[in-house]
């Protein structure tokens, strides 16, 4: 028998090899290895490259989800929000939002998707075969120290607070 889901899905996403794209996975390889040293009980980790229809399956059985990507259009170095379920009309099911997935999951389950957030990650160049810039290097940081401030605050209430807030400067 399988484990049961953890209550806490973090799931990332992006091409390691497009630069900054990179960022999604690079900040679960960060993940893997905290998680590997015991500190991050009740998460579980996941990847890929982009979003599938299939992944609304791994929202089953979750308290909350954290999708992060990169993107180019918020402020650095990141930016956290709250995600409503929202349908996508489209000829595929090649590349989706996590809003669609969301979707998709209310349409499988017959029931509300779990209060699920994104990170977005301020990148800059997405160049096939280019490393993460240094900047986008620095964002990886704050999303990461983020995250882990994110996973140790008292229940849903601090997540949905956090993204009241928004823009995240990584300032203190």
């Known amino acids: 028998m399988a484990n049961p889901p953890a209550p806490v899905l973090v799931f990332t996403w992006g091409n390691p ?26 998460v579980d980790l996941l990847t890929d490259f982009q979003l599938q229809i299939e992944h609304a399956l791994d929202l089953r059985e979750r308290d909350r989800v954290l999708f992060v990507d990169a993107s180019v259009g918020v402020a650095a170095p990141l930016r956290f929000s709250l995600l409503q379920a929202e349908p996508e009309v489209s000829f595929t099911t090649h590349a989706m939002s996590p809003g669609a997935i969301l979707s998709v999951f209310a349409q499988v389950e017959q029931q509300p998707p779990p209060p699920s957030f994104l990170l977005s990650i301020r990148g800059y160049e997405f160049g096939l075969g280019q490393p993460l810039s240094v900047e986008a290097n620095r964002h990886l940081d704050a999303a990461c120290g983020f995250i882990l401030s994110l996973l140790a605050a008292d229940g849903i209430r601090s997540w949905h607070a956090a993204a009241t807030e928004g823009d995240y400067s990584g300032q203190s």
């Open 17 to 42: 090899s497009r630069g900054d794209d990179a960022l999604g996975p690079a900040l679960y390889e960060r993940l893997q290895e905290i998680q590997s040293a015991g500190r991050l009980p009740g």
